[in-house]
C-alpha cells in the first residue's frame, strides 16, 4: 500500500483553501499574544495555545467527516 505524499493531490483545492484560512489565524493570534504582552496584559500562554490547537483540532474533525460522509454517499 503506497501512499500519496504529492501536496496538490485529489483535494488540492481544499488543502490550498485549508491553509488560506490557518495561515492567517495563526499570523492573527501571535499579533494578538505579542501586543496584549506589549500592553502589559499577561496571557497564560498554556490557555492561548490550546484554544488554538482546539480550534485547529475542530477545523480538520469537520474536515475529515464531511469526507468521510462524501465516500458514503458515493457507495
Known amino acids: 500500500m503506497e501512499r ?3 501536496i496538490f493531490g485529489e ?5 490550498r483553501s485549508f491553509l ?5 489565524a495563526i499570523a492573527v493570534a501571535l499579533g494578538y499574544f505579542f501586543v496584549l504582552r506589549w500592553l502589559g496584559y499577561e496571557l497564560e500562554p ?3 495555545v490550546m ?4 480550534a485547529v483540532a475542530a477545523v480538520i474533525l469537520v ?3 464531511q469526507r468521510r460522509r462524501a465516500s ?3 457507495q
Open 63 to 65: 474536515q475529515w467527516y
Open 51 to 54: 484554544a488554538g490547537f482546539m
Open 20 to 24: 488560506i484560512i490557518i495561515i492567517p
Open 46 to 48: 498554556f490557555r492561548f
Open 72 to 74: 458514503r454517499s458515493k
Open 4 to 6: 500519496d505524499w504529492h
Open 11 to 15: 483535494h488540492s483545492i481544499m488543502n
